[in-house]
T-cell receptor, first 110, second 113 residues
């Protein structure tokens, strides 16, 4: 069965500093990977997906199949980036089922 | 406006009193799902549905039931709630293709005393 691990429950950085949220997965096939974000008092929403290779709000994530990782990065963090971030995986055999990591609460301090 | 709605948003109930949390989407999505969110555990899938009359267990289905009689609705039923079902519940929907974004509802905070 697939599994997603986010080793950091809490991450705190200062505004303007680089930020990296770690995500590791275990799955023997070819997964589809996503980052979802939940701002305070808002619903969960998609931030980015690996197949589109896009940059959203300055965030990027590269799928590293050798290291089975999908870390989320931003070169200069902003206070409005403070939120809960979830890494998620869809296995090729599971239809649309998302398997989520435990989440990382990012706080960007002024 | 395309959205997923859930009702109620907040519910406090007592052990054993049956309850239903409704979920509705207006995007003609085939796939719908229920998750519970608990601190330190992230989101865990309870049940999902690939289409009308097609439902299956997720990772934590015990104590829950679902039905999918219409494409837009996917209610979550707790026949005999227990305190360990106190949690924040999210409904989500998407098209069936795995690459599509899942749209989440606003959440239902349930407390079982």
């Amino acid at each position: 069965a697939q599994r997603v691990t986010q080793p950091e429950k809490l991450l705190s950085v200062f505004k303007g500093a680089p930020v990296e949220l770690k995500c590791n997965y275990s799955y023997s096939g070819s997964p589809e990977l996503f980052w979802y974000v939940q701002y305070s008092r808002q619903r969960l929403q998609l931030l980015l997906r690996h197949i589109s290779r896009e940059s959203i709000k300055g965030f990027t994530a590269d799928l590293n199949k050798g290291e089975t990782s999908f870390h989320l990065k931003k070169p200069f963090a902003q206070e409005e980036d403070s939120a809960m971030y979830y890494c998620a995986l869809v296995a090729e055999t599971s239809g649309s089922r998302l398997t989520f990591g435990e989440g990382t609460q990012l706080t960007v301090n002024p | 406006e395309a959205q997923v709605t859930q009702n109620p948003r907040y519910l406090i109930t007592v052990t054993g009193k049956k309850l239903t949390v409704t979920c509705s989407q207006n995007m003609n999505h085939e796939y719908m799902s229920w998750y519970r969110q608990d601190p330190g555990l992230g989101l865990r899938q309870i049940y999902y549905s690939m289409n009308v009359e097609v439902t299956d267990k997720g990772d934590v289905p015990e104590g829950y039931k679902v039905s999918r009689k219409e494409k837009r609705n996917f209610p979550l039923i707790l026949e005999s709630p227990s305190p360990n079902q106190t949690s924040l519940y999210f409904c989500a929907s998407s098209f069936r293709d795995t690459s599509y974004e899942q749209y989440f509802g606003p959440g239902t905070r349930l407390t079982v005393t």
